[in-house]
């Protein structure tokens, strides 16, 4: 079984060592309740925006020792895939607790939409239409998905994506949930309009830039069973699965409590 957060940021005022250790936490808590026999992975989909560069600057700026790792905090280590191109990242205590890390971006389009490029290193320029934005995404190799966000569907941004979906549904693209959406929030209409047409939601957790949101890392998003043995990592696995759309991507976690969500807001205005 692979457990994924699929809307991932590791902002600068993140402590690396909590965002991992609560990432593990997360992901094994809730595969415990699977009672499941089966190997079971765990993996990150970073989602880094124009101003975070996490990813490469942990394999440009980290030397790695004689066997390729890379010390990133004092309790966690990575090693880089350049196959995979996948960072896994392990306890230096327990290698065996490990979580795997793929690259991605977020993108803003032309219209104010938001578009993740899953398994993307390549920087996707910012401003083009939406459609340009998902197939500058497919030729580079990434997968486009459309999450949502507060205030980020309504209105004419709403009906363009639900355009686009209409236009594009035999690609069958992409949405995103986050676990950032209060309970209180009615369920998008662009959601119930996926369960018609066939569209799938992906879940994540889409964290704000406040160190305490590190710690729901790895609390909401999606798993898939495996029905076959992956070879090379999990993530290829994932991606080959999201490509084909073949199986079953079920999703784990909650939603924000109404609490939370305007604590969130009020320390993202006034303290961040």
């Not at 196959?83 to 104010?112: C, F, W």
């Not at 966000?149 to 236009?167: A, H, M, Y």
């Amino acid at each position: 079984m692979i457990f994924v957060d699929s809307h991932v940021h590791i902002y600068d005022c993140f402590d690396v060592d909590v965002l991992f250790d609560s990432a593990l936490n997360n992901f094994q808590a809730v595969a415990e309740q699977y009672k499941t026999t089966q190997e079971i992975s765990f993996v990150l989909l970073l989602t880094e925006g124009a101003t975070e560069d996490w990813f490469h600057n942990v394999l440009t700026d980290i030397e790695s020792d004689e066997l390729g790792s890379k010390k990133i905090s004092s309790q966690w280590s990575g090693l880089y895939s350049e196959k995979a191109g996948t960072l896994t990242v392990y306890r230096n205590d327990s290698p065996e607790e490990k979580i795997e890390i793929v690259a991605g971006r977020q993108v803003v389009t032309r219209e104010k939409i938001e578009v993740l490029a899953l398994f993307c290193q390549k920087r996707i320029a910012h401003g083009l239409s939406l459609a340009e934005t998902v197939s500058a995404v497919e030729r580079s190799g990434g997968i486009p998905v459309l999450p949502w966000g507060v205030g980020k569907w309504i209105g004419k941004r709403g009906e363009i994506i639900k355009q686009f979906l209409s236009d594009h549904l035999s690609k069958r693209p992409y949405l995103g949930d986050n676990g950032g959406r209060p309970l209180f929030w009615p369920t998008p209409d662009l959601f119930y309009f996926a369960r018609k047409t066939g569209v799938v939601v992906l879940p994540g957790t889409d964290p704000l830039p406040i160190p305490a949101e590190a710690e729901r890392i790895g609390s909401y998003g999606f798993y898939l069973d495996e029905k076959k043995t992956y070879n090379d990592s999990p993530a290829m696995y994932l991606k080959n699965a999201l490509l084909s759309q073949e199986e079953e991507f079920v999703p784990f976690g909650r939603l924000l409590s109404s609490r939370l969500f305007f604590l969130n807001q009020l320390r993202l205005r006034f303290f961040s």
